[in-house]
């Protein structure tokens, strides 16, 4: 089925000078929805539209059809106005730092916070359909219910299993559960998608690219001597993007969370296909003992969230991402070779090929 796209419509959209931000405006723009995109800073305004201008199918009216405000997830200032008159509350900001700060505050007041002040905003304002980037680390941090076999979206992160204690997963958990229960509490006539986007990977727009291509780039430049045995779940930016696209028109999408991803590929097999793809870098494929990571887990509270997950292969299910929005998934293999392309190409693989 295909899906009819809105002309007329804007979205306030949010977070467009992140990696998937970028790639979320231009799907928008190229099918047919303005955009009223927010920074937190003016000056980055220029950087965006530079990244997105090259891919945009018709550029004729970029300037009236994509348009910014300033706002900043922790200030109130500029929310009711920005919100005011949109079809559509798209909010993708959220912080996704490489490393946990000391603080987990840092992460989480921003995510809850920034999630109930645009969801406020909307609701004050008359918008009624919320589109809300969310993530697989609210889903599978927890044991698998008895009689289930894989994650899917009817199962929530708790933030006091050993995986939902990381910052970053936590912050994803409780602003996902903030934003559900302001809906169901103060604004049930809203209408809520979430998008649970897997680790995401795939060529960015520009070199502003985040935390998940930087995996990539750390794996190409051989910077960590070897690998932990862990399991990704991979989604290319251009399928996360869609899925955000596409569940704006699509009703039965309503009040679903929806898990999205190609496959899994382990450390090591991202390693391993980068080594044969680009022999001429120094990818290192050895698996590391899980000994060693439990050694290094005394010390380090962040190698210590990830110990549950170390050799576990559980699968997950992406039926509904398939069936409710559509989204024919990349396979992961591409969107790991696409992401190393843009890095060499762009001179981001570290310096010293073999
Ligand atoms: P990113 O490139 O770091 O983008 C994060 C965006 O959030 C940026 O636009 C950033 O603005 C904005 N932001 C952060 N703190 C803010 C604040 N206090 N006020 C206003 N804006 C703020 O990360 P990304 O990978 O594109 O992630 C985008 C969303 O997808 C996030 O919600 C993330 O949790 C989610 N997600 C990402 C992945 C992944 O693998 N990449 C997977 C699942 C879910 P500045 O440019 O001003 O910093």
């Known amino acids: 089925m295909s899906i009819t796209p809105s002309k007329n419509k804007t979205v306030l959209l949010t977070g467009v000078s992140g990696y998937i931000g970028k790639h979320v405006a231009l799907q928008l723009l190229n099918r047919g929805y303005n955009v009223r995109a927010s920074v937190r800073n003016l000056q980055k305004t220029e950087e965006v539209r530079k990244a997105i201008l090259p891919h945009i199918s018709d550029a004729s009216q970029l300037d009236t059809r994509l348009t910014f405000v300033e706002l900043d997830l922790e200030k109130d200032a ?15 900001a959220s912080p996704f730092p490489i490393a946990s700060p000391k603080d987990e505050n840092i992460l989480i007041k921003p995510a809850v916070e920034g999630t109930l002040r645009a969801l406020k905003a909307a609701h004050k304002a008359g918008v009624k359909r919320v589109i809300l980037t969310s993530s697989i680390a609210a889903i599978y941090g927890c044991n698998l219910p008895e009689g289930k076999t894989a994650f899917d979206e009817s199962m ?10 990381g910052a970053y997963v936590k912050s994803k958990t409780l602003a996902e559960k903030a934003a559900w229960d302001f809906i169901k509490n103060e604004a049930p006539e809203m209408e809520l998608t979430v998008i649970n986007p897997a680790l995401v990977l795939g060529a960015p727009l520009d070199h502003q ?12 430049a051989g910077s960590d001597p070897m690998l932990p045995d862990l399991q990704m779940f991979i989604v290319d930016v251009k399928d996360a993007a869609k899925m955000h696209v596409n569940a704006i028109e699509e009703k039965n999408s309503i009040g679903q969370r929806v898990l999205g991803f190609s496959e899994p590929m382990t450390f090591v097999d991202i390693a391993k296909l980068l080594k044969t793809s680009y022999p001429e870098y120094k990818v290192k494929t050895t698996k590391a003992p899980s000994f060693l990571i439990r050694l290094l887990a005394l010390f380090n509270d962040e190698i210590k969230v990830i110990l549950p997950l170390l050799g576990d292969r559980t699968p997950a299910n992406n039926a509904k991402a398939k069936s409710l929005l559509h989204i024919n998934f990349t396979p992961a293999s591409a969107s790991v070779k696409d992401t190393a392309d843009y890095l060499i190409k762009n001179g981001f693989a570290g310096k010293n090929p073999k």
Do not use: C, Y
Not at 78 to 92: C, K, N, P, Q, R
Not at 158 to 164: E, K, L, Y
């Open 78 to 92: 500029g929310w009711t106005e920005a919100l005011a008159g949109m079809d559509v509350l798209m909010h993708t």
């Open 156 to 165: 929530w992160t708790d933030i006091n299993h050993p995986v939902g204690k």
């Open 209 to 220: 690219f985040g935390s998940s291509v930087s995996l990539v780039q750390r794996i190409l």
